[in-house]
T-cell receptor, first 113, second 115 residues
Framework: GQQLNQSPQSMFIQEGEDVSMNCTSSSIFNTWLWYKQDPGEGPVLLIALYKAGELTSNGRLTAQFGITRKDSFLNISASIPSDVGIYFCAGQLMWGSQGNLIFGKGTKLSVKP | DTGVSQDPRHKITKRGQNVTFRCDPISEHNRLYWYRQTLGQGPEFLTYFQNEAQLEKSRLLSDRFSAERPKGSFSTLEIQRTEQGDSAMYLC?????????????FGDGTRLSIL
């Protein structure tokens, strides 16, 4: 099936550092979403992107929809301990199901105070 | 603002038993989705409804799985004759389908453990 390649798999950073993670695919997407998931909870939407080249911020988070429609990145600036969690990218194929979100395998973020 | 609600949060059952999960979407949302998530993986799509119509089913949804949304509001996901491999987190999401894309919002899931 379709896959999203999300990297890195995990990150260990110092509080205050900036973080960058990305997702790539061989397929074209019309929507990119970034979610954060804490243990035992469901994914929480962080940022939604709908246009190629779109750059959107949500507080310390910034995400971009790649111009080729095949990739997206998420940056977190000045990380804090509560940023700890697993971050997932998810995309909706340009020519595919209207309901089917395809998820990456996640980036596990650990922040040392 | 009430989010997506799932019940139960945890279910432990013996292999071969049937289980049913419930999802209540965000009230104004007309689309409802079911996903399955195993440890270390991202959620995988199972099926989705627009109002009461089930519009798509994944290959992952074997004939032991059935989902309903009879009145276009809450939905149930039933697994018959559960197997060890069914152990996972079952996530429900909802969105409002309009002419423009609207993101899916997730509940906190039902964690199923098969003994």
């Amino acid at each position: 099936g379709q896959q999203l390649n999300q990297s890195p798999q995990s990150m260990f950073i110092q509080e205050g550092e900036d973080v960058s993670m990305n997702c790539t695919s061989s397929s074209i997407f019309n929507t990119w979403l970034w979610y954060k998931q804490d243990p035992g909870e469901g994914p929480v939407l962080l940022i939604a992107l709908y246009k190629a080249g779109e750059l959107t911020s949500n507080g310390r988070l910034t995400a971009q929809f790649g111009i080729t429609r095949k990739d997206s990145f998420l940056n977190i600036s000045a990380s804090i301990p509560s940023d700890v969690g697993i971050y997932f990218c998810a995309g909706q194929l340009m020519w595919g199901s209207q309901g089917n979100l395809i998820f990456g395998k996640g980036t596990k973020l650990s922040v040392k105070p | 603002d009430t989010g997506v609600s799932q019940d139960p949060r945890h279910k432990i059952t013996k292999r071969g038993q049937n289980v049913t999960f419930r999802c209540d979407p965000i009230s104004e949302h007309n689309r409802l989705y079911w996903y399955r998530q195993t440890l270390g993986q991202g959620p995988e799509f199972l099926t989705y409804f627009q109002n009461e119509a089930q519009l798509e089913k994944s290959r992952l949804l074997s004939d032991r799985f059935s989902a309903e949304r009879p009145k276009g509001s809450f939905s149930t996901l039933e697994i018959q004759r559960t197997e060890q491999g069914d152990s996972a987190m079952y996530l429900c999401a909802s969105s409002f389908a309009t002419g423009t894309n609207q993101p899916q919002h997730f509940g906190d899931g039902t964690r199923l453990s098969i003994l």
